[in-house]
């Protein structure tokens, strides 16, 4: 990566992305009917983002079951309607020339509409929240069935990769977390075994020639959470288990006290994804107020991460890719300007 930058293209088997912008999987919290299908704000949102210059589109947290939705207003993908109107989204990003990622997932403890949520533990993440129901054994390898169909409903919808989210104190994250996860079981004995049978049963629903992505919370920033060191082993274990790119985040699997507050300053998660980076020497997505050009393009060419995800900044700006180029002067505005656009961008 010696002389990578923002728009560098990259290659890991078979995704090619003409640049290193990844939109950050973001709930809308839009679905009209509370069946988890995509609606037209869907369509519109995620194409806006191919047609800005992001070359890879994570449409936000898509869940396994109905309550493992975070609000009924949250994306599904256990039926065939769902899975058609995810093909159309896909179909479209690929038309503007970007590649297509979903985040599979599962609440957990913070489905909030959930009537009885489920985790690992009856241990809520809050005073505010739910105590949810411990799943029994069986129903864990029932759970990593609805993951293994989700899986393979998001590869006939023709997305070309996957991410399972294993962070931000969701079902996986709660299930690798000492503070959540006080079975006696097998998922109990080891933390990370639902996340590696759920990677495993993902793998084998996937072509070879298809990335599977995890993220992971790097750090929990809470005082009897784990740190970075645990973070690495987390990662460890799910690359072992068939994950092909980490994608780092830090935090959510509990309220965070005055002390562990990690700071709002910009790049703030970049060192957990530089450290999970050479541990493992493996590909690795950076996230966490990247939203400087500057600073984003700096995360690529100091080799900290092989992508960066964009999250509040594709909020405001669906053309923030576009912008980018604008002002760091990387590749010619043909490269990357719709046609019908290049007069509003300087002519290198």
């Not at 560098?8 to 912008?21: A, H, Q, S, Y």
């Not at 530089?274 to 050009?293: K, S």
């Not at 092989?306 to 909020?315: H, N």
Request: charged content about 25%; some cysteine; glycine content about 10%.
């Amino acid at each position: 990566m010696k002389d990578d930058h923002l728009f560098t293209p990259f290659t890991f088997k078979g995704l090619e992305l003409k640049n290193r912008i990844m939109m950050s999987p973001m709930c809308q919290y839009s679905v009209e009917k509370k069946d988890g299908v995509p609606t037209d704000w869907h369509y519109h949102h995620y194409l806006s983002r191919a047609i800005g210059g992001t070359r890879l589109v994570m449409v936000e947290m898509t869940n396994v079951e109905p309550d493992g939705r975070i609000t009924d207003y949250c994306l599904g993908l256990w039926n065939d309607t769902q899975k058609e109107k995810f093909k159309e989204i896909v179909d479209g990003i690929h038309h503007y020339g970007a590649k297509a990622a979903i985040q599979i997932g599962h609440a957990g403890r913070k489905a909030e509409d959930a009537e009885t949520p489920v985790g690992p533990s009856a241990i809520p993440f809050d005073a505010s929240f739910k105590t949810p129901r411990p799943l029994e054994t069986e129903e864990v390898y029932d759970m990593i069935k609805k993951y293994r169909h989700s899986v393979r409903a998001a590869v006939e919808a023709g997305f070309d990769a996957i991410e399972i989210h294993g962070a931000h104190g969701y079902l996986i994250h709660e299930f690798h977390s000492p503070r959540s996860n006080q079975r006696s079981d097998e998922f109990g004995e080891r933390l990370t075994l639902f996340g590696e049978k759920i990677i495993a049963a993902a793998k084998e629903e996937m072509p070879d020639n298809m990335p599977l992505i995890v993220r992971i919370s790097g750090t929990e920033f809470v005082e009897d959470g784990y740190d970075i060191q645990g973070g690495i082993e987390v990662a460890h274990a799910y690359h072992e288990a068939g994950a092909d790119i980490i994608d780092v985040s830090a935090g959510g699997e509990g309220p965070i006290p005055p002390f562990g507050k990690p700071g709002t300053h910009a790049g703030y998660q970049v060192p957990y994804a530089r450290q999970i980076r050479q541990a493992l020497d493996i590909p690795v997505i950076a996230v966490g107020r990247l939203d400087d050009f500057a600073l984003a393009n700096a995360t690529i060419g100091n080799a900290d991460a092989d992508i960066v995800a964009i999250g509040r900044g594709l909020l405001r700006n669906p053309y923030w890719a576009l912008e980018a180029n604008n002002q760091l002067h990387k590749i010619d505005k043909t490269q990357i300007v719709p046609r019908q656009y290049q007069a509003g961008f300087r002519g290198h």
